[in-house]
């Protein structure tokens, strides 16, 4: 499942490459003592393939070194540390390195940014004294040394996982859903369109999809959320093709859950809380007292809509390129079906069958394949615009992020949104 609320603070794309030097008891005490250490000078040397920065210190240090991008950084952090009186400035640009920074961070932390001019891997180590030298610590920058540390990069480990877009097929069985004038059924289009989007999304590397029905069968709403969630989906789409009495209008929408819907939801969970033990954005709720855990499905809710709402508008963005849009912007609606707290879910009208036109094309695989790969295309370029922690589309996001346009319906909503056809709960 997706767990928005709670993986902001792991979303950095940090690669801790080396952290503390090995302390003995006695440099260890001496660390922890209020004075710390003094950096005495910051040198620098370029060779033909690496870079060595050397911090002269006054004793021995903790550290903590990290390699950063956008833009491509190498940070390293001294607990308890501080420039000595006297110290020369940071050192000029050279090699690889295009600008040395330095602050002093609350609680005594000293900070030495090194700005570098594209990734490199970087190794540290605490050298001991010498008859020349007092402690220094060294970090090599480049180079394919054997003894060069792997850096270990925390948002793409070799076992990043792959996304799990949960894809629902409106209706089935006993419920056809909206019928056209020629007897086009909506839960055999949107099962048709279902299956070809979760084949263009199961090519995509990075990604696989789950269906909530494969076949002509009947699913409860509920049944739809909690087999997305026990998926541990990372978004939740949802596929119509309705029908409205006027059989003029046409187009697509995408709808999100309203903030109506939302809190009554969240009233519900709240309720039902202990007898259940669903787990929201990873943390149980069942244990915590009203407000924590009131507090803690509002957090969740609110990064579940707001993921729902950027995602929603990258799939309308695309849709522009099928044919008519409906409602231009992402429509906000009480639909069950997008109810799931910690999933950023979407509900696509892909067409009103109710329109004689429309119903007609919405028969064709080539019409069925238009609005899958819509689908599947909107979908993509969220995802890479803005990808979960620990997934293979975080990894291949930051080293080649794919050529997608940015959607150009990007309208903050700042009025009320438009209710259209849905005013209570439904599965649309
Ligand atoms: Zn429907």
Request: proline share 6%; aromatic share 4%.
């Amino acid at each position: 499942m997706s767990t928005p609320a709670f993986s902001i603070c792991v979303a950095l794309s940090l690669a801790i490459v080396a952290v503390a030097a090995p302390l003995s008891p006695a440099t260890a005490a001496a660390h922890t003592a209020a004075h710390g250490v003094d950096v005495r000078a910051v040198r620098l040397w370029t060779g033909p393939d690496n870079t060595r920065i050397v911090l002269d210190l006054s004793g021995s240090a903790q550290h903590t070194l990290a390699v950063m991008k956008n833009p491509d950084r190498v940070v390293l952090d001294l607990p308890g540390a501080r420039l000595a009186a006297g110290a020369k400035g940071m050192p000029a640009a050279a090699g690889v390195i295009k600008e040395v920074r330095m602050a002093s961070r609350p609680g005594g932390e000293l900070r030495i940014v090194f700005d570098l001019a594209h990734s490199i891997h970087a190794k540290s180590f605490l050298a001991k004294p010498n008859d020349r030298y007092g402690y220094r610590l060294v970090i090599d920058l480049g180079g394919n040394g054997a003894a060069e540390l792997p850096v270990r990069v925390l948002h793409a480990p070799p076992d990043a996982r792959d996304l799990i877009i949960a894809i629902d097929a409106g209706h089935g069985g006993e419920d056809p859903g909206a019928i056209g004038k020629n007897g086009t059924r909506e839960k055999d289009v949107v099962l048709a369109i279902a299956r070809v989007l979760k084949q263009r999304i199961d090519a995509e590397p990075g990604m696989k999809a789950v269906l909530t029905r494969d076949g002509d069968y009947f699913v409860p709403l509920r049944d739809r959320m909690r087999r997305a969630r026990a998926q541990q989906a990372d978004l939740f789409v949802s596929i119509h093709a309705d029908a409205i009495r006027d059989r003029s209008v046409d187009g697509s929408s995408v709808y999100i859950l309203s903030q109506r819907g939302a809190t009554d939801e969240a009233s519900r969970w709240l309720a039902e809380r202990e007898n259940a033990s669903d787990l929201i954005g990873g943390v149980s709720l069942d244990d915590k007292g009203d407000v924590l855990a009131s507090v803690l499905l509002d957090l969740s809710q609110t990064a579940s809509l707001t993921a729902s709402h950027a995602a929603a508008e990258y799939v309308l963005h695309h849709l522009y390129s099928v044919g008519e849009i409906r409602k231009p912007q992402v429509q906000e609606a009480r639909f069950m079906v997008l109810k799931s707290p910690d999933i950023p879910s979407m509900l696509v009208e892909t067409a009103y069958i109710s329109n004689p036109r429309e119903e007609q094309r919405l028969r064709g695989a080539a019409q069925q394949a238009k609005l899958a790969a819509a689908i599947h295309q909107g979908v993509r370029a969220y995802f890479y615009s803005d990808p979960p922690a620990g997934t293979r589309i975080a990894q291949m996001a930051g080293f080649a992020a794919p050529a997608t346009a940015a959607p150009a319906t990007t309208v903050p909503s700042a009025s009320p949104p438009v209710l259209a056809t849905a005013t209570n709960d439904s599965g649309g």
